[in-house]
């Protein structure tokens, strides 16, 4: 993952953080990962929180301390130029992160719920889209127009459920910021009406987060209906 891009999406939103009144709670950020392949560990998360945001490691382990009003997306990552990230979320309380390098994407978090919600989240979609990858295979196995409609429904259908499964997610997390996440995955599947009860849905909490004012900024152009409006106007 490029860090370019991971600072840019975790920045943009520096500026509403900052005029934000929240209440700080103190965080920390423990942990070891064998053969940190670097002399240096980077916390970049978002907003401009008390902490410090890099230390020197010389066997893979690092710690982190803060202030920080709730959850927030962060990533773990090895150098600031073409590094290496592992997604987190930060939040009050301690949080221990241990394993190894060479299974960077499968390091174990502890004392997150956040990315405890993030991983169910994960879990749920991987069964669809291993589902789909299998229709997705066999349309190259045949020639038949009817066997490949069927595969072609069986795609559609699949989609639809998945889709229902986000639904389903964020209806049963309205205190999880994942739940916003999830609701811009949808965009180009609901319609705006459809999305803007999802986000309505959500506790006044994850509602005037950072992540939060953002999404209801956006909120207005999201949806299927909103870029077909968009397209037709060109």
Do not use: C
């Not at 860090?3 to 950020?29: K, Y």
């Not at 980077?42 to 690092?62: C, E, H, I, K, W």
Request: net charge negative; charged share 20%.
């Amino acid at each position: 993952m490029k860090i370019q891009t991971i600072l840019s999406a975790l920045f943009i939103q520096l500026f509403i953080i900052t005029q934000l009144g929240f209440s700080q709670d103190n965080f920390t950020v423990k942990g070891k990962i064998e053969g940190w392949p670097t002399e240096t560990v980077y916390l970049v998360r978002q907003g401009n929180y008390p902490g410090v945001d890099s230390v020197a490691t010389t066997d893979g382990s690092f710690q982190f301390s803060g202030s920080i009003p709730g959850a927030t997306a962060a990533y773990l990552i090895t150098q600031k130029k073409s590094g290496v990230a592992k997604l987190l979320y930060v939040e009050p309380g301690n949080i221990s992160i241990n394993g190894s390098f060479d299974d960077f994407k499968n390091v174990e978090i502890k004392g997150s719920p956040t990315y405890n919600d993030f991983i169910e989240l994960r879990e749920g979609h991987e069964k669809y889209d291993q589902e789909m990858s299998k229709y997705v295979q066999l349309q190259f196995t045949t020639e038949d127009s009817t066997v490949l409609k069927q595969y072609y429904k069986s795609l559609d259908s699949l989609s639809l459920l998945d889709i229902e499964y986000s639904k389903d997610f964020i209806k049963k997390h309205p205190n999880s910021i994942v739940s916003l996440s999830e609701i811009q995955t949808l965009t180009n599947s609901l319609l705006n009406a459809e999305l803007v009860a999802l986000f309505n849905s959500l506790s006044l909490y994850i509602k005037e987060s950072p992540e939060g004012v953002l999404l209801s900024e956006s909120l207005p152009m999201m949806g299927k209906d909103k870029q077909e409006e968009e397209i037709e106007g060109q």
